[in-house]
């Protein structure tokens, strides 16, 4: 459920009108939900109540810094991934205590910064990692508490490039090695095993995969701890989202009344499942979630430059491209497309595509979308998750606005990109002289 619906027939996020807000920001804008933020942390936390856990949202899904405050605020902690999300979260406000450090190519300067601000866990992936782990903590005379990641080896039935707990991936420890593995490390002197991690995948819409590997892994999880007195298991990210009908899924009602929502993964069919599984270990229980918490909390809103009808198709292209938003051309992922002034009517079969010169570059193909015209505003659904943050100037396109809203309050959290500051930092060498 998310807060963007239509009001007087004009889409809004909460109280805000967004054609307000292009009116002052222009196109193409993020614009994201605060309430939606705070709710979808909410119903997590809460769907899990009864157990000791800690929600660590997954920062690399969007770490704008008013994003990461407003979770902050809610009490979250923070999965990451590198040096600089960590140095974000800090930025935002957010307790370096309650990081998880996730990645299978922790640098040694990452790791010892990590160290020195004290991070609640690093999540390795190899035994290398942890020689390196041991040896940075060594040389700081600090004792790093760690999981090893470990990998269940089972298929979470998502997109190719987005699964990540088979023994095909780069991803973890596989399980058979994972005893072993804990073993070695309690002879290490400066690493002191705290918990276990997984992560299956990413956009899983069914319970199913989740169950499986919980369930494979919580005996590991429980000899481990007795062994080597863990404090904490963490089950990853990967809760999917609604992204077709993203907008009509807003609505409460539509909950009730569309059977397909019954077979929708949502956090209490999630905690129903796995909270029995859990609550014996007597652990805390970590999660991760990125998309879940801020998938549908953002749109990408863009004005139509031109409807090109050609013998076979409509295009309609777009002022957005797939610099701002990639994830169609790379995950072929839908993102539901709707203007932001309510059309009646008949729809017209249309590919909406942005200006760069690739096939790729595209958010939906034969698509039925109500008749549009040059100038007429559409908002691209469900993009808060693994858009802005994938964005880039290819093309020599500026990175887009980003605006927060929350209630009838709105800001700005990232300007427009200027253009010169595209290039701001590179330089030609001396010897190249302007002729
Ligand atoms: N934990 C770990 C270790 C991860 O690798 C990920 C995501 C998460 C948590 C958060 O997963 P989530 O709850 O957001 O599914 N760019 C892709 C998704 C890549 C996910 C990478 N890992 C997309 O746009 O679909």
């Known amino acids: 459920m998310h807060d963007f619906r239509y009001s007087g027939g004009q889409l809004v996020c909460e109280q805000v009108q967004i054609r307000a807000l292009v009116e002052r920001f222009g196109t193409p804008l993020y614009v994201y939900s605060s309430r939606t933020l705070r709710e979808h942390f909410g119903r997590l936390n809460a769907a899990l109540e009864p157990l000791d856990r800690w929600v660590c949202y997954a920062v690399k899904a969007n770490s704008n810094l008013a994003v990461l405050r407003t979770l902050a605020n809610e009490g979250s902690g923070f999965d990451i991934v590198s040096e600089g999300e960590l140095r974000r979260v800090i930025a935002a406000g957010g307790d370096p205590g309650k990081c998880v450090f996730a990645g299978v190519g922790k640098t040694e300067a990452e790791i010892e910064f990590a160290l020195k601000k004290g991070i609640y866990s690093f999540n390795v992936e190899s035994e290398p990692e942890l020689q390196r782990l041991n040896r940075v903590a060594e040389k700081l005379r600090k004792v790093a508490p760690f999981a090893l990641r470990v990998n269940p080896n089972v298929d979470a039935g998502t997109h190719a490039k987005i699964t990540t707990g088979t023994y095909e991936n780069k991803f973890g420890i596989a399980f058979e090695e994972i005893e072993k593995i804990y073993r070695r490390a309690a002879k290490l002197k400066n690493v002191r095993a705290r918990g276990l991690q997984m992560h299956i995948g990413s956009q899983l819409t069914e319970v199913e995969p989740f169950r499986h590997a919980v369930e494979k892994v919580v005996p590991l999880v429980q000899s481990l701890s007795t062994r080597h007195s863990l404090e904490f298991f963490s089950i990853g990210g990967g809760i999917g989202i609604v992204y077709d009908p993203a907008l009509a899924s807003g609505d409460p009602q539509w909950w009730k009344e569309n059977p397909a929502a019954r077979n929708i993964l949502t956090p209490a069919t999630y905690a129903e499942h796995l909270q029995p599984m859990l609550k014996p270990l007597g652990l ?34 777009v002022d957005a491209a797939m610099n701002d938003l990639i994830r169609p051309a790379f995950y072929d992922a839908y993102h539901e497309i709707v203007p932001l002034r309510r059309k009646a009517g008949a729809t017209i079969s249309s590919d909406v595509v942005g200006p760069i010169c690739e096939s790729g570059d595209y958010f939906a193909k034969d698509r039925p979308l109500p008749k549009v015209g040059e100038g007429d505003l559409l908002a691209l659904l469900s993009a808060g998750a693994y858009g802005s943050v994938m964005a880039s100037n290819y093309n020599s396109r500026a990175l887009p606005a980003e605006v927060l809203v929350d209630g009838d309050n709105f800001a700005v959290v990232r300007p427009r990109q200027k253009l010169e500051a595209i290039w701001a930092s590179e330089k030609v060498p001396a010897w190249l002289k302007r002729r």
């Open 284 to 317: 805390r229980i970590l999660l991760e979630p990125g998309r879940f918490i801020v998938g549908n909390a953002g749109a990408l809103i863009t004005r139509v430059e031109f409807v090109k009808r050609t013998g076979r198709k409509n295009f309609v292209i």
